[in-house]
């Protein structure tokens, strides 16, 4: 069992910087990989980026590329989301989630643990 707790979200205008962080308990953080997803209101939970368990290979959706940074400190069990030049359509939760699988993991159903999410609002 792994508890994944999320933070960071807040209010923010367009332009401006948030940084998400995902603290991860319950098993040896390393030995997975990590991911993160959003869902904004009446869609889909979407990806948005992923990092192997060491951290050396990351992955991202197209509409963040350039702009978020996935990172992770192994030794504070924590992946961040750094998240630059942010637009109103980044609007939505975030959730962090875990899987077994090897990095590059892009779909909801293939990770196993998730967090409760935490909102970010991006006005205009």
């Known amino acids: 069992q792994v508890q994944l707790v999320e933070s960071g979200g807040g209010l923010v205008q367009a332009g401006g910087s948030l940084r998400l962080s995902c603290l991860a308990s319950g098993r040896t953080f390393s030995t997975y990989a990590m991911g993160w997803f959003r869902q904004a209101p009446g869609k889909e939970r979407e990806f948005v980026a992923a990092i192997s368990r060491s951290g050396g290979y990351t992955y991202y959706a197209n509409s963040v590329k350039g702009r978020f940074t996935i990172s992770r400190d192994n030794a504070k069990n924590t992946v961040y989301l750094q998240m630059n030049t942010l637009k109103p359509e980044d609007t939505a939760v975030y959730y962090c989630?875990?899987?077994?699988?090897?990095?590059?993991?892009?779909?909801?159903?293939?990770?196993?643990?998730w967090g409760q999410g935490t909102q970010v609002t991006v006005s205009s």
């Open positions: 989630a875990v899987t077994d699988k090897a990095g590059g993991v892009t779909t909801t159903r293939q990770y196993d643990y």
